[in-house]
């Protein structure tokens, strides 16, 4: 078995040299939470590796999110396993530094005569039956707005089914893609919550720091320079398209009420909703407007777009016309690298 975190370069560690930084309370606690979850990180490593080298018949790993990175998949990947294809052919690998063989396991012993069992048992296998039913029916007690605009088909794990089923170098590069758009979405999303819709150049810094800032936020282990180009490239990018545009200059226009403002209700149906919306805003015509960022590209169609995107306004209203049933109030996405906005 390969060490999975070899080449990788090992987490800092929290030191008593290393003093949090006096500027604020907050930036103690930033400096505390980077340095738990260095040690986290690191624990986690280094009990993987125990788990990895010490197993004595067989060893299982599992990965709940394929959506995910997972540094032990990646190294297995480059040895020739996938999801997809299964196992490589008996015989060496990486140059004859690994030496790869698939034990077929012994034909279990044959069982013997069933036992019977009293009625207590089978009402209790009963219960439990019923017991996993109803769980499966649950949902979250909270739940999150931007969750429920989330109406792509989705495959195990998360993963968009286009992605499943296709060979591990291209489907490998389609979740780095997906990673990508994500983190620099909500990099772009952070620096518009600060933005004043006046200098361009102050709009492109706060949007890089907010790289940093996500990316620290997002990625529990030392961050690849890599990953930190492609999130950079991508999310300039979307700046530069936003600034050509003619958002920029309708946005300075308008009286900006709130920014990331919190909703928390009960919808009709006794779902309990949790989230922010991102730009609430007066028009020209003295209406209330509740704006929701969006960094992807809407293509010829941005009406046809938004409509993937509707529910979540629409619980967003719900949220302000049960709380100002006086105002007259409309949504709005707005697709930040088109700089075209669509009413909902």
């Excluded at 690998?93 to 034990?103: D, E, I, N, Q, T």
């Excluded at 044959?110 to 209790?124: C, I, Q």
Aim: charged fraction near 30%.
């Amino acid at each position: 078995m390969p060490r999975c975190s070899r080449g990788r370069s090992a987490s800092p560690t929290c030191a008593s040299s290393s003093p949090a930084p006096r500027t604020s309370p907050a930036g103690g606690c930033r400096w505390r939470n980077r340095c738990g979850r260095s040690r986290t990180s690191s624990r986690s490593r280094a009990t993987r590796e125990i788990a990895c080298t010490r197993a004595k018949e067989r060893l299982i790993l599992v990965n709940s999110n394929e959506a995910r990175r997972a540094p032990w998949r990646d190294a297995l990947s480059a040895l020739g396993y996938s999801v997809e294809t299964g196992y490589p052919q008996d015989g060496p690998l990486a140059g004859g530094r690994v030496m790869h063989r698939r034990m077929t396991p012994r034909e279990p012993p044959a069982s013997g005569p069933g036992v019977a069992l009293d009625e207590r048992w089978k009402e209790g296998a009963r219960r439990f039956a019923a017991t996993a039913a109803a769980a499966a029916r649950t949902t979250p007690p909270i739940r999150s707005p931007a969750r429920a605009a989330e109406s792509e088909p989705r495959g195990p794990g998360g993963v968009d089914r286009d992605v499943i089923g296709t060979t591990p170098g291209p489907r490998r590069a389609a979740l780095e893609a997906r990673d990508t758009a994500r983190l620099a979405g909500a990099a772009v999303h952070a620096a518009l919550q600060h933005w004043d819709f006046e200098t361009a150049e102050r709009l492109r810094t706060l949007a890089r720091v907010a790289v940093g800032r996500v990316l620290e936020q997002e990625i529990d282990e030392p961050v690849r320079d890599e990953l930190r180009r492609r999130v950079l490239s991508e999310t300039d990018g979307i700046i530069e398209e936003f600034l050509r545009s003619p958002l920029p200059a309708r946005l300075k226009s308008v009286d900006v009420l709130g920014r990331e403002v919190p909703i928390l209700f009960r919808d009709g149906d006794g779902v309990t909703w949790s989230g922010a919306c991102d730009l609430v805003y007066r028009d020209g015509r003295g209406r209330l407007v509740v704006a929701d960022y969006k960094t992807e590209r809407p293509g010829p169609d941005p009406a046809a777009a938004a409509e993937r995107h509707r529910r979540q306004v629409e619980i967003y209203l719900d949220a302000f016309r049960r709380a100002l049933p006086r105002e007259t109030i409309r949504g709005e996405i707005l697709f930040v690298r088109a700089g075209v906005s669509v009413e909902i």
